[in-house]
Nanobody, 126 residues
Framework: QVQLLESGGGSVQAGGSLRLSCAAS????????MGWFRQAPGKVREGVAT???????AYADSVKGRFTISKDNAKNTLYLQMNSLKPEDTAKYYC?????WGCGSRLKNYDFMAYWGKGTLVTISP
């Protein structure tokens, strides 16, 4: 059974940093596409970043240059380093995993992601 457990969320002031982690069990992060997605109150879910089997990444325009997605295959964990945080980054962040090695258009077509964590809340104050 695949389980994705996010951690690292919290409340910080604008300009601060957070690192989210997603520990996977029953799943090998090195083999497939994984990503981070977020949903702010009253808004639709959106893609934040994806990383494929070969380490190729994709980012939403709103986070480019500020967020970095990475994975530690030895720890079987996905990360999202978030710097220069803004109030508009406030959302619940979800880790998701797919069963394909490439991510294709998963950043936008996230409904195709096979597995989802329960999310971790990030709150950025002005």
């Amino acid at each position: 059974q695949v389980q994705l457990l996010e951690s690292g969320g919290g409340s910080v002031q604008a300009g601060g940093s957070l690192r989210l982690s997603c520990a996977a069990s029953g799943y090998t992060v090195s083999r497939y596409c994984m990503g981070w997605f977020r949903q702010a109150p009253g808004k639709v879910r959106e893609g934040v970043a994806t990383i494929d089997r070969d380490g190729i990444t994709a980012y939403a325009d709103s986070v480019k240059g500020r967020f970095t997605i990475s994975k530690d295959n030895a720890k079987n964990t996905l990360y999202l380093q978030m710097n220069s945080l803004k109030p508009e980054d406030t959302a619940k962040y979800y880790c998701a995993a797919d069963t394909t090695w490439g991510c294709g258009s998963r950043l936008k077509n996230y409904d195709f992601m096979a597995y989802w964590g329960k999310g971790t809340l990030v709150t950025i104050s002005p």
